[in-house]
């Protein structure tokens, strides 16, 4: 079955860098996209970024285009996320997400499975 585990979250000062990871397994990774949310609390869960089937497009949220980087290593079956220049708004729970076919953007509804989370803290 489809798996998606996530790791790399913690707490940071504002200004830090984290890296999160997420291990994909049970299906095809190369064909499909993937895709990361987060929803801080008492808030929706929200888009943060996306990357396509291969890797050569990927689409980010406003809100933190320049400072995270997407990026995935099919030959690992991986995705990451990479943070810099965090801010306290950047708090929230991190989510995997698997697309549903090779190419997905922000919209929660073509993601067909998630991961459990990676909790990000961003607090001096």
């Known amino acids: 079955q489809v798996q998606l585990v996530e790791s790399g979250g913690g707490l940071v000062q504002p200004g830090g860098s984290l890296r999160l990871s997420c291990a994909a397994s049970g299906f095809t990774f190369t064909t499909y996209a993937m895709g990361w949310f987060r929803q801080a609390p008492g808030k929706e869960r929200e888009f943060v970024a996306a990357i396509i089937w291969s890797g050569s497009t990927t689409y980010y949220a406003d809100s933190v285009k320049g400072r995270f980087t997407i990026s995935r290593d099919n030959a690992k079956n991986t995705v990451l996320l990479r943070l810099n220049s965090l801010k306290p708004e950047d708090t929230a729970v991190y989510y995997c997400?698997?697309?549903?076919?090779?190419?997905?953007?922000?919209?929660?509804?073509?993601?067909?499975?998630w991961g459990q989370g990676t909790q990000v803290t961003v607090s001096s």
């Open positions: 997400a698997k697309a549903s076919g090779p190419v997905a953007r922000w919209n929660s509804n073509d993601y067909a499975y």
